[in-house]
């Protein structure tokens, strides 16, 4: 009983922590890293402002290079 | 070397990037990737209008020089050196450090030549030819010495 049950939650713990790694690449995945002069750098992630301005533009040069 | 060459390089050395384009801060293109010189002029207008849009964003002082906008489809590097920029496109996922690394080389190669009027450029591009001839018979003769 108790195998059966520690079993279980090894199984939820790690569909949890799988569904967090998947929710955390796929938040990486669109972004917009900003590097200046002076070596600082600013990253944006999707979801903030100055990412949701920069991510269609940057769609619009990716389909410029690709359309036939 | 122009500007052309430097993009045939590049493409040559870096196998993440799928396409490139030189132009200045007025948005003429020095050369590019795309075969289609009316595609070229989209590619460098969209690209000069992240840079812009990215200057808008920027919180401080410092100018900013580099920027990389990762997205779905692909990612987007633009380098800015002075009045020269060089945009590219990559896949999804392309090591970054590479990108910039390959991208600020070239314009690197190519800077002096997009800088300056062409017929400044012309002199230029001689005289490193000149400056190159006279240093090769002493790198020649290092390895006999030794």
């Given at each position: 009983m108790r195998r059966s049950i520690a079993a279980l939650l090894g199984i939820v713990g790690?569909?949890?922590a799988g569904a967090a790694f998947i929710r955390r690449q796929?938040?990486?995945r669109e972004r917009a890293d900003l590097y200046f002069e002076d070596g600082s750098m600013l990253s944006l992630t999707s979801g903030s402002p100055g990412a949701e301005r920069l991510l269609p533009l940057a769609r619009e040069v990716i389909r410029t290079t690709r359309s036939t | 070397m122009?500007?052309?060459?430097?993009?045939a390089d590049l493409t040559e050395i870096s196998s993440q990037i799928q396409a490139a384009v030189v132009f200045d801060d007025q948005g003429k293109v020095a050369a590019?990737?795309?075969?289609?010189?009316?595609?070229s002029d989209e590619l460098a207008k969209a690209a000069g209008g992240l840079l812009a849009a990215a200057d808008e964003i920027k919180t401080g002082e410092s100018a900013l020089?580099?920027?990389e906008v990762a997205t779905g489809d692909g990612s987007v590097f633009v380098v800015r050196t002075g009045k020269t920029v060089i945009a590219a496109t990559t896949g999804s996922n392309?090591?970054?450090?590479?990108v910039f690394y390959d991208l600020k080389s070239?314009?690197?190669t190519i800077k002096p030549a997009a800088a300056k009027k062409p017929a400044v450029a012309k002199k230029t591009a001689t005289a490193a030819k000149k400056k190159t001839a006279a240093r090769k018979p002493a790198t020649r003769k290092k390895p006999d010495a030794s």
């Open positions: 790690g569909m949890l796929a938040a990486h | 122009d500007a052309k060459q430097a993009l590019s990737t795309l075969e289609d010189s009316r595609r020089t580099q920027l392309p090591t970054a450090g590479l070239a314009l690197r």
